[in-house]
């Protein structure tokens, strides 16, 4: 399939990026409103287990987002990114058919951990972005991975919800997650065919030293020597593991306080996503170039404090109005300061290793979601509902006071 075309005749382009980004976290969307709490009703496990799920998930992409990152420096992006869409397929499987048929949770935790591995391809996709985008252009650019998760979330939660309300074997859940395995064999497919290669040989990395060791300290070592680096990476974790305290309690968060179910959740979650890709794919359009990605991240961060204090506000009101108005502030801020980050990463290194510095940086954002939803898991068994939402506001508030200290460019000059 991969050689139906010579890959020569195939022009990279954002568009071709972008609809493989949207169909890979299409189908991870799907999954957002039920996981947890299936884990909870279905296997008996308490909520911080269930939001394990995600931690172990997000685990093995602190791990491989390097690797895959690096390898495609040297390889390429485009075979990387073929392995990923085609590992993600089959683990959604084993994801669907361990809640069908299987008597443990332990069976979840092993598909949730190869889809971990399978799909740390963000740092790849935002390599390709930088391939083919200007420095100046970058924050649009990386906006179109935001686009993608902004219309993943439209359309992932939703359908998720709606879905796992059918019976497989007596139970609720698996069939979204074998929708999920359908599209990325769509996802293939279409990668195969229509997505040209981005890193021509000549700009490739010529460094193979331990280029499949999940840790290379090297590498790491390099990357954060570049000005600017450490703490734009220091900033996005935080805001990630702040941010994360909502990603697999919500479910649990609208249910046991405002009576929401999973159709319900997924139905918030998409109205979320519909305003994240607004905002990535709009508004992100017209503030780049114009507005310093710096900036961007200040103002990003400053607004997701203020959701995640009216998200506390929405708990103990139990009013559903304000509760929505959170969500629009998160997607909101989310939208701001993720492509504002990528971008200024991506541009304190060369073309030849955009690779390893985007895929440093995703590995960082996934040990945040590794840490935020457990903590958000722990939080919320052990304090109650809305202690997650208190944690998320004081954490972004943390990473604000380091943004205040970015630099206008990474490369020098003050803001």
């Not at 990923?84 to 397929?89: F, L, R, V």
């Not at 395995?181 to 990395?205: C, F, I, T, Y």
């Not at 961060?301 to 559903?320: D, E, K, S, T, Y």
């Not at 959170?326 to 300061?337: I, K, P, T, Y």
Request: charged share 15%; hydrophobic share 50%.
């Amino acid at each position: 399939m991969i050689g139906l075309r010579p890959t020569s005749v195939r022009r990279p382009s954002l568009a071709s990026i972008f609809l493989t980004v949207f169909l890979d976290l299409l189908g991870f969307g799907l999954v957002l409103p039920f996981l947890a709490k299936e884990a909870r009703d279905t296997f008996g496990v308490p909520e911080l287990v269930g939001t394990l799920l995600g931690s172990v998930y997000s685990l093995m992409q602190f791990l491989f987002v390097p690797v895959w990152g690096r390898l495609s420096d040297r390889v390429g992006r485009r075979p990387v990114l073929l392995w990923s869409i085609a590992g993600t397929s089959l683990s959604m499987a084993g994801l669907g058919l361990g809640l069908a048929y299987g008597s443990s949770v332990a069976w979840l935790f092993a598909a949730r951990i190869f889809s971990g591995i399978a799909t740390a391809n963000l740092g790849t996709a935002s390599a390709y972005i930088a391939d083919i985008t200007k420095p100046e252009e970058r924050a649009k650019g990386m906006g179109m991975i935001g686009m993608a998760f902004g219309l993943g979330f439209i359309l992932g939660p939703g359908v998720g919800g709606a879905l796992a309300k059918f019976e497989i074997n007596g139970h609720h859940g698996s069939l979204p997650c074998f929708v999920a395995a359908g599209l990325s064999l769509v996802n293939l497919v279409w990668a195969a065919l229509g997505l040209g290669e981005s890193l021509p040989p000549e700009k490739r990395a010529t460094r193979a030293k331990r280029s499949l060791a999940p840790m290379d300290v090297s590498a790491m070592k390099r990357a954060f020597a570049r000005p600017g680096f450490a703490l734009a990476v220091l900033v996005n974790f935080v805001v990630i593991a702040s941010f994360t305290n909502l990603d697999q309690t919500f479910t649990f968060f609208c249910n046991d306080l405002f009576r929401i179910d999973e159709q319900g959740t997924g139905l918030l979650l998409a109205f979320i996503g519909i305003v994240a890709a607004a905002v990535q794919g709009g508004l992100i359009r017209k503030l780049s170039g114009r507005v310093p990605d710096a900036a961007l991240v200040r103002a990003g961060v400053a607004i997701q404090a203020i959701a995640f204090a009216a998200f506390v506000v929405a708990g103990g009101l139990a009013n559903r109005t304000i509760l929505y108005g959170a969500g629009m502030l998160l997607a909101l801020g989310n939208g701001l300061s993720q492509p504002g980050t990528s971008a200024y990463v991506s541009k304190s290194a060369p073309a030849s290793e955009q690779g390893g510095a985007l895929g440093t940086n995703q590995a960082f954002s996934s040990l945040g979601r590794t840490i935020g939803p457990a903590a958000g898991g722990y939080l919320y068994g052990a304090i109650g509902p809305r202690a997650p939402y208190v944690a998320g506001a004081i954490g972004m508030m943390i990473a604000l006071a380091f943004a205040l200290g970015l630099k206008r460019d990474p490369r020098g000059g003050e803001e």
